[in-house]
């Protein structure tokens, strides 16, 4: 009876050791390293605009959703787009904020590919255990997640990459303030989302 219930130890402590490698998530980049590039290139970008551009230009991206949007109306009704005083301000156009944003995914998945962290995933595992595995309720919900975010982003007058990055690099009261709001409410937030899940 004693070996029988070793046996059995033995082949549960089995299967959690392979069921554990099996789970393993890539530790990934180190976000000391990763900070620290990304606040060189920061730096490097307000050096670069100011010297060859003449002004300074920082970065940001939700700006470059706004020129996204204002292409796609162009190509069905440029009158509108050019009478339309919001697209007039932004300045319809690609520009380098624009490709940065298109080398952000590309980074992403060259980073993620070589530290074997990449993976497709319809459902996240922490929405799926307090909502459910459904794609389409995920989609609904990240879809409306987005529209609200960039409206905040806009009204804001920039988004985390802007106020966080550019802002408080310049050393902005108002990017002090907005960032102290994007993380407060965001952690309120996915607090009362994500607090039923152990």
Known sequence: MYF????KERATM?????????????PGWSPYLAGALLGILAIVSVYLTTTLMGKSNYLGASTTFVRAAGLLFQSVDPAHVAENAYYV???VKVDWQFMILIGIFFG?????????????EAVPPTWEKRFGPSVAKRAVFSFLGGI?????????DGCPSGHGLSGMMQLSVSSFVALAFFF???????NLMYRKVQ
């Open 4 to 7: 029988s219930k070793l046996k």
């Open 89 to 91: 301000k932004e300045k």
């Open 148 to 156: 609200v975010a960039m409206m905040g982003a806009r009204l804001a």
């Open 108 to 120: 992403a998945l060259i980073s993620s590919l070589k530290d074997s962290s990449f993976k497709l």
């Open 14 to 26: 089995s299967e959690l050791g392979s069921t554990n490698q099996l789970t393993k998530e890539s």
């Open 184 to 190: 407060g409410i965001g952690a309120i937030i996915a």
